[in-house]
Structures are given as structure tokens and as C-alpha cells.
């Protein structure tokens, strides 16, 4: 059998970042969450707040181990899979990397220690500090990774000498065209999963009779938390898409779904297509009538520009970047319609008796992590052929490397990763269903990774007693 | 105030509320201009904080 190299080096570096990325957008999520509540503990002395942070403090420490271990393996495919990328952009994206390392890994690293094992060893000020320097490490992760990637959207600030890149100008590189508008779109979407996450296990405390207190405070904090930044985030994503029809228009014209260079007028907005690449139609098509003209024109017959205006060799797969803009914007829509109905109750005082809407919540739990998923897959599929946009072609970036070694490096990824997942799943969901009486004032060192995953001691309420609040 | 799950005025209320936010997620997304757009945002988060205030039931509904 034949495989590809450049089509498994994809398929790799797909898988890992897909992955990867689901725990950082909960970890930025989670530690600006408990900025916030730790700030208001210490703001209200309320012991429910405390308990809070206590409870999700667990939940973030697993969801930043699994995401900083998997983010450094993408460091490493940049050499296995797409070494040419390296060789050509390293010295525009090395840089970013690096500062990455230095501003938010070494802030996050001197300050996650007093986070989790610190509440009572340092003042509850000191503690404080501590969390929102992490959650300011998470933010700064972003905007470097952000900028690195939408470099490779919108490079700018470079010039091509001898096939490799030469900076020019460090701060268009950095401050590139699309970063600017990508970064506060990223940062909501973060926030936004962290809200649904804490909406969502609260809303299933609330079902199940349990933890009352708990339940309503986080009900209440991220159903808020989500309507502010979802009204922003569709603010935020509809300025990113009249810029990205500017700088990337072919992926935006595979994003609608139109194929030729005109579309009817008016336009519909298809919910489903059928893309037939090759023969540069869709095959199948349902959507709702002049929708499309109205939410992409702003008018009730304008026209929309279809892929055919991109020739055929430089056009993304229609179907990857459909599907994710579908994903992404369709979640987005329901998670409005969420933020309302939460508006709607909340005024006639039902926020948190009303069954049908705490099981929605509890639907939506992970909503933003796909929603996340969703929107990457856009971004990337769409820059496609490309993998810097304009300047290197995704074939032309990959490593000389047999596909045996590619195929098989993506199995052990496979593996190891499918046993991330259920560990995260496995540890999340006890926690969760301990409650969150049972979680420790902080974190304890066991010493031995083999001692403390023994049933006894994960079943045992380990570290002082937590203060009860019910 | 009846507050009974499906009464003809909540009805009422829970489609007018479905129009207003049909209503505002048009705006926000530009389909009026940027202009509008930015004071339906304001207004959309100010309508909210003020929602927010309001006091809550305890005892869950069927």
C-alpha cells in the first residue's frame, strides 16, 4: 500500500492540534473564571466562592498539565512532519515560540506552584496575585500562538531572500493584519467555554438535588458570564469575517458554499451542502432563502462571490471549510438563543427552577469546546493550499520523511492521546460527581503517581476540611 | 404573576422574547451597519446587567 507522506504528515499534525487545542481554550477559560471568583471571595469573604475556586481549581490543573504536555509535541512535528516550514518561516515563528516560553510558560510556571499548592501557605492576597498571573500566562500563550498563526494567515513584515524568510519589519509580524481582529475572537471563545462548562455542571448539581448553593451561584455566574461574551463574540466574529473575506477570499467563499462567481440573487444560507470538488458544484443543497443575501450582503438581493473566482489550484477543500464555519456559527446561534432564554427566565425569577432550561445547560457543557473546534478548522482548512497564505504551499513545507515513520508515529499519537482523554474524562467526571464539599483546600503532593491513583486514597477527602457553605 | 410552564401570557412573552433576540442578533451581526450594530451591542449588555439584579425562585420546576 501506498500512502502518502504529505497527506499522513496532515492527518498527524490535525489530529495533535485538534487535540491540543480543546485544552487550552478550558484551561484560558477556567483560570480567568477563577480570577475572578477568587477575587470575589476575597472581595465578600463568602465561603461559597471559595468553594468554588476549590472545585475547579482541580479541573483546570488537569485540563493546563494535558494542554502544556501536548502543545510541546507540536514543537517537535514542525521538525517530523513540515521541517521545510521550519527551515523557511523559523525565523519568523521561531521568535514568537520562544517568547511564548518566556513570558507566559516561565509566568505561569513561577506562579501555578503558589496556585495550587499555596492557598494555605501564602496570604490569601499573595494567592490571589498568583491566580491572576496565571490567568495572564494563559492570555499571553494565546496572543503569541495567535500571532504566530495568523502570521501564517496574513504574513506581513517579511521579505523571501534565498527561499527563506527575512523579517523586515518585527512588529508587522507581530501585530500581522488578522491578529488584531483573531486574538479578541479566540480569547472570547476561551471564556465563553469556560462559561458553559461551569453553567453546565452546575445546571447538573441543580437536577440532581445536590450541592444547591453551589449549583445556583455557578448557574447564575456562567449563564451571565456566557450572555455578555456571546452578544461580544458575535460582535467580534462578524468583524473578523468582513476582514477575512478582504485578506483570505477564497476561504470565505468556500465557507458560504457557493460555487460560482456570482450566486443568485437573492442568496440563500445553505445549512447543508453536498460539495463535489471536482466538477466545482454542489451535488446537493438545502439552506433558507435570502438569508444569505441579508446576513452576507446586508441587503435583501445582494450577490455572493462563489469559489470559482479562485482557481482551482489554489482553492481549499470546500466540505472541511463549510462544516467548520456550520459547526462554529450554528453553535453560536444556539448558544444566543441560550443567553436569551436565560435573560427571559431570569426575569420572571426561574433561572434556576426551570428543568427544561438546566437541561440545555447541562447539553451545552461542552458546546464551546466544539464550537472551538469548529472555528480552527475553518481558520486552517480554509488557508489551505497554503501553509504560509500566499507564500509556501502546505505540499511544498513537508519533511522528507518515509510514510512508514509518519504513520506510525501517528498510531503511538493515537494511543497516547486516546489515554489522555479518558484519564481527563475519568478524573473530570469523579470530581464532578464527589461534589464539591469533597474537594481539598489544595492541592497535596502524593510523591508517587502509582500511590495516588490507588481507590483508596482517590476515593479519600484528602487536606483540611473544606468549609460547608449548605 | 402565574408562573405555570405554559400559560397563554407566558406564551406570549417567551415569543416576543424570541423576536428580541432575533431581533438584536441581526443587529449585532451588522446586517444595519457597524453603527447600529455597536449601540444594539450596548444596549444588548446594558438590558442584561440590569436583568442580572433580579432575584431568583430556589424550589425547581417540572
Known amino acids: 500500500m501506498n500512502l502518502d507522506p504529505a497527506l499522513l504528515a496532515r492527518i498527524q499534525f490535525g489530529f495533535t492540534v485538534s487535540f491540543h487545542i480543546i485544552f487550552p481554550t478550558i484551561s484560558i477559560g477556567l483560570a480567568m473564571f477563577l480570577a475572578i471568583i477568587e477575587g470575589l471571595w476575597l472581595k465578600t469573604k463568602d465561603p461559597l466562592y471559595l468553594q468554588i475556586y476549590r472545585f475547579w481549581l482541580g479541573i483546570f490543573a488537569m485540563a493546563f498539565g494535558v494542554g502544556v504536555v501536548t502543545g510541546i509535541v507540536l514543537s517537535f512535528e514542525f521538525g517530523l512532519a513540515f521541517a521545510k516550514f521550519g527551515q523557511m518561516a523559523g525565523p519568523a515563528i521561531g521568535p514568537m515560540i520562544a517568547l511564548e516560553v518566556l513570558t507566559s510558560f516561565f509566568l505561569e510556571a513561577g506562579f501555578l506552584g503558589i496556585m495550587l499548592f499555596g492557598l494555605h501557605r501564602v496570604g490569601p492576597k499573595l494567592h490571589f496575585f498568583a491566580t491572576c498571573m496565571v490567568a495572564l500566562g494563559t492570555l499571553l500563550s494565546a496572543s503569541w500562538i495567535l500571532s504566530a498563526n495568523s502570521w501564517m494567515q496574513t504574513p506581513d513584515g517579511t521579505a523571501i531572500e534565498n527561499g527563506h524568510v527575512v523579517v523586515t519589519d518585527w512588529l508587522k509580524v507581530v501585530v500581522n493584519p488578522s491578529w488584531l481582529y483573531r486574538l479578541p475572537h479566540m480569547l472570547a471563545a476561551a471564556y465563553i467555554t469556560g462559561s458553559f462548562l461551569v453553567a453546565g455542571v452546575g445546571a447538573w448539581y441543580l437536577l440532581r438535588g445536590e450541592h444547591l448553593a453551589f449549583g445556583r451561584r455557578t448557574v447564575s455566574m456562567g449563564t451571565a458570564f456566557a450572555t455578555i461574551l456571546i452578544a461580544a463574540q458575535v460582535f467580534l466574529g462578524d468583524i473578523l469575517y468582513g476582514k477575512m473575506v478582504q485578506f483570505q477570499p477564497a476561504k470565505m467563499q468556500a465557507a458560504e458554499g457557493f460555487w460560482e462567481k456570482q450566486s443568485q440573487s437573492p442568496a440563500p444560507y445553505y445549512w447543508i451542502i453536498v460539495p463535489d470538488q471536482e466538477r466545482q458544484r454542489n451535488r446537493f443543497e438545502l439552506g433558507v432563502p435570502v438569508l444569505g443575501s441579508i446576513w452576507l450582503t446586508h441587503s435583501l438581493d445582494g450577490r455572493v462571490e462563489g469559489l470559482k473566482n479562485t482557481p482551482t489550484d489554489r482553492q481549499p477543500q470546500m466540505g472541511w471549510v463549510f462544516y467548520g464555519f456550520r459547526v462554529m456559527y450554528g453553535i453560536a446561534i444556539i448558544m444566543f438563543s441560550v443567553a436569551v432564554a436565560s435573560l427571559w427566565l431570569r426575569w420572571w425569577g426561574r433561572l434556576f427552577t426551570t428543568r427544561w432550561f438546566l437541561r440545555t445547560l447541562v447539553v451545552m457543557t461542552p458546546s464551546g469546546v466544539v464550537a472551538t473546534l469548529g472555528g480552527w478548522y475553518l481558520a486552517e482548512t480554509g488557508r489551505q493550499p497554503w501553509v504560509i497564505y500566499g507564500i509556501l504551499r502546505t505540499i511544498d513545507a513537508v519533511s522528507p520523511v518515509p510514510a512508514d515513520a509518519l504513520l506510525s508515529s501517528l498510531i503511538a499519537f493515537i494511543c497516547i492521546y486516546a489515554l489522555f482523554m479518558t484519564a481527563f474524562l475519568l478524573f473530570a467526571v469523579r470530581l464532578i460527581r464527589r461534589g464539591p464539599q469533597a474537594a481539598p483546600a489544595q492541592a497535596e503532593a502524593s510523591g508517587s503517581l502509582k500511590h495516588a491513583l490507588k481507590a483508596s486514597v482517590m476515593n479519600a477527602h484528602g487536606g483540611p476540611k473544606p468549609v460547608a457553605v449548605e | ?62
Open chain 2, 1 to 62: 404573576m402565574d408562573k405555570a410552564p405554559i400559560s397563554l401570557f407566558g406564551s406570549i412573552g417567551a415569543v416576543a422574547a424570541m423576536l428580541l433576540g432575533t431581533a438584536f442578533f441581526f443587529t449585532i451581526i451588522g446586517v444595519f451597519g457597524l453603527s447600529v450594530s455597536i449601540a444594539a451591542l450596548v444596549l444588548f449588555l446594558a438590558l442584561a446587567v440590569f436583568i442580572f439584579r433580579r432575584p431568583q425562585d430556589q424550589e425547581t420546576r417540572p
